[in-house]
């Protein structure tokens, strides 16, 4: 790679403190790690966001088409500042969530796409990254928009969100921001986990990212749609 | 009176069914029912269908006329039955009459309802449209929020707690997954929806003391039966099930000016006609499908239709009388809360299940040796309540 | 103040609320209107966390109010930390907008 041309194309970086991974208890008694993962993990990643691509149901396609071009992007060094947290169960990849920072002061949230339904795993990972932002990242806003009628209702109207003038990065409906006041307002409610991961947790979820066949991603982001005539 | 038969029995898996119109939802319950029946090609003389809110949910109205046309069973009489979440139980009552009358030899009931073509606040406030108009539904009340008005009530007056609560969606849910046909087939635990710290995320509060555990789902979904006569369902092959007894009856359309609100009056009044006309009492009943909209329903009708004593639901449930295997198994299907509640179609999905249970047809779930069953079909919050008594003949 | 109109039976002096075409309890058909006096005590309550479309907020109270005259009614409560049976007084303000119209109902602060 020339990397003297290269050098020209890769935006630069800020400094991102970590954030620490925690660990969730679902509805089922199921543990939900959440954790942040680095460029390495981003060809794994797209195995499972792959399926959705062709979604219509839930605008999964533009979430999967745009999760997939943010990641993309992020692992060949062409997006700036971008940070990108995972939910595994046992393992098993469930969820996948991105941000990405504009400045020292305000983060664009970008996407949620969640594999598992049903369990919450969407809530939980977008209130993950909200925490990273706020908490961790000290950001004083966080901007978002919402593609699906699931993320305007789960977002917007759970985190009673503030109207923002302009426009989002993702150059969709108006934008809404989470301040760090709304953030901490809400975070009994809607922020979940505790630290640390029990290392037997911990080393699972690190072993592997399971992901799930296409098959199966497929009925659970269909709902497992059975066929009407049995 | 005629004896009514249950003589067929078919509904579509419940649950968001995006892809699927109303009236094929119920066409294709429809034509299982009428299969699993036997009847051939046999003239159907009357159609029921249960349905609360074709008009607001799908913009569509005439349901019961659009239905026999798609299923061309065309002269036959056809209606819609509208009476909010007990129109499956008036459309099923209705059939019933129509049959046991002599008005009609074959009649075909139906429920069935697309709630998830809006979206869940819009769903809720199609559902509160059954609230009085100045003294309820201005104030944003919704069924969840008269629900936890009752709720907090029972608690209070019968030691009724989260816990019991919990234990309902625990049972329901675990029936659920024995259930091909219901819509949340999940496993819940009590550590992940009330007991861990941190809970209350899981299971957010809905209208307080209910959370998101507490509540039935929004869903799509239709059931279908097809009644006939005892003298044309001697020859069929199935088991003989029939519906011996019908109690309906109705209480104050506020929640406010019942003088004890605890009290569900058109529950304890239904549940005793029915079991005065199927000459049944409570302790006769082995199957039972009561209205778990909310998991509060479940413990309050098992005491009020007659099974157990004032304040002693909670204790049966503790006890596991309600789950399948117990003494008095309560919603084998996973009920409202798991197997799910297109409103319309619950009424009429609730006799579906007891005909499917008192034949020895259930599965997975059958409830063993299971001769007599109950349904109850609860509607607005408790202001129209339609009651079944179903048996098997030997 | 503006509030709503409850209903005494002539005949057997129940009251009633909202109106009925004949007594709940003795089937008359004739009432006196009543206004609810000043003040009630809170029933029951709940805590609407997840209200129908067009109501743009979390956490609405809403109870049952039985006032000193006997008339019980539901309302919006504005109370921080509601008690069963507490002590509150009514207002009267704009609940909810229907159709881009305002409507009022009874409204309930601590007393």
Not at chain 1, 193 to 209: C, F, K, S, T
């Amino acid at each position: 790679m020339d990397m003297e041309l290269e050098a020209y194309l890769r935006p630069p970086e800020m400094d991102m403190p970590p954030y620490p991974a925690k660990v969730i208890t679902l509805a089922t008694g199921g543990k939900l790690v959440v954790r942040q993962v680095n460029r390495d993990a981003v060809p794994r990643l797209l195995q499972a966001v792959r399926p959705t691509l062709e979604v219509p149901r839930d605008y999964y396609d533009i979430v999967g088409v745009r999760l997939y071009a943010e990641l993309l992007g992020w692992y060949r060094y062409r997006v700036r500042d971008e940070f990108c947290l995972i939910g595994q169960i046992d393992g098993l990849l469930v969820g996948i969530v991105n941000t990405r920072a504009y400045s020292p002061e305000v983060d664009i949230s970008l996407h949620t796409l969640a594999i598992e339904r049903g369990l919450r795993i969407g809530a939980h990972l977008f209130a993950a990254k909200m925490e990273y932002s706020i908490e961790y990242c000290g950001r004083e806003e966080v901007l978002i928009t919402a593609e699906s009628p699931i993320g305007f209702r789960r977002w917007m109207i759970e985190y009673d969100l503030e109207k923002r003038e302009g426009q989002h990065e993702l150059g969709g409906a108006t934008p809404y921001a989470l301040t760090r006041d709304l953030y901490y307002r809400n975070k009994e409610r809607l922020v979940a986990g505790e630290r640390p991961v029990p290392e037997e947790l911990m080393q699972v979820a690190e072993r592997e990212i399971i992901i799930a066949s296409e098959e199966d991603i497929l009925e659970k982001i269909l709902g497992a749609k059975r066929r009407i005539v049995q | 009176m005629r004896p009514v038969v249950v003589a067929g029995a078919g509904m579509i898996p419940f649950e968001r069914r995006d892809e699927d119109t109303l009236v094929d939802m119920m066409a294709v319950a429809s034509l299982k029912a009428m299969d699993d029946a036997g009847l051939g090609d046999r003239a159907v003389d009357a159609v029921y269908v249960g349905n609360m809110a074709s008009g607001l949910f799908n913009h569509q109205v005439s349901v019961a006329s659009a239905l026999v046309d798609r299923l061309s069973l065309m002269p036959a009489a056809a209606d819609r039955i509208e009476n909010g979440p007990a129109s499956g139980g008036s459309a099923m009552k209705n059939g019933f009459l129509a049959v046991a009358s002599g008005y009609a030899d074959v009649v075909l009931v139906v429920g069935g309802e697309k709630m998830r073509e809006v979206i869940g606040p819009k769903a809720t406030d199609i559902v509160a449209a059954m609230t009085h108009p100045q003294a309820e539904y201005i104030y944003g009340v919704t069924l969840p929020a008269l629900a936890g008005l009752f709720t907090r009530l029972y608690m209070e007056k019968y030691g009724v707690t989260r816990e019991h609560l919990t234990m309902v969606a625990i049972k329901n849910q675990e029936n659920g997954l024995l259930n091909p046909y219901a819509h949340i087939r999940m496993k819940i635990t009590m550590e992940g929806v009330l007991k861990h710290p941190q809970a209350h995320i899981n299971s957010p509060v809905v209208a307080d003391p209910l959370h998101l555990y507490d509540c039935c789902p929004v869903s799509d979904g239709s059931a279908a039966v097809l009644l006939t006569t005892e003298e044309i369902a001697k020859d069929l092959k199935k088991p003989i099930v029939t519906i011996d007894g019908v109690g309906q009856a109705t209480d104050t359309h506020t929640v406010h000016e019942r003088s004890d609100p605890t009290e569900l009056k058109a529950v304890i009044e239904s549940s005793k006609k029915a079991f005065s006309m199927a000459n049944a009492k409570p302790k006769d009943v082995d199957v039972a499908e009561l209205h778990d909209a909310f998991t509060v329903l479940e413990i309050a009708e098992s005491e009020q239709a007659g099974f157990f004593p004032l304040g002693e639901g909670a204790k049966a449930l503790e006890r596991g009388d309600t789950r399948i295997g117990g003494k008095l198994p309560i919603n084998p299907s996973g009920g409202l809360k798991a197997r799910g509640h297109p409103v319309g179609a619950t009424g009429v999905a609730q006799i579906v299940e007891l005909t499917w249970q008192l034949r020895g047809e259930a599965g997975e779930r059958q409830v063993k040796k299971a001769k007599t069953g109950f349904s109850l079909n609860f509607g607005g919050f408790g202001n129209n309540v339609l009651a079944f008594v179903m048996r098997r003949k030997s | 103040m503006n509030t709503i109109t409850a209903y005494k039976c002539k005949q057997c002096g129940l009251v009633m609320y909202p109106h009925h075409f004949r007594c709940l309890k003795c089937h008359a058909r004739e009432f006196e209107e009543i206004t609810p006096s000043e003040k009630g005590k809170l029933l029951t309550y709940t805590i609407v966390e997840q209200l129908p479309w067009g109501i743009d907020e979390r956490g609405r109270v809403l109870g049952v109010v039985e006032f000193d005259n006997g008339v019980k009614a539901l309302g919006v409560l504005h109370v921080e930390n509601p008690k069963m049976g507490m002590k509150l007084k009514a207002g009267w303000d704009c609940v909810r907008v229907i159709g881009g119209e305002e409507v009022y109902g009874l409204t309930f602060q601590a007393a």
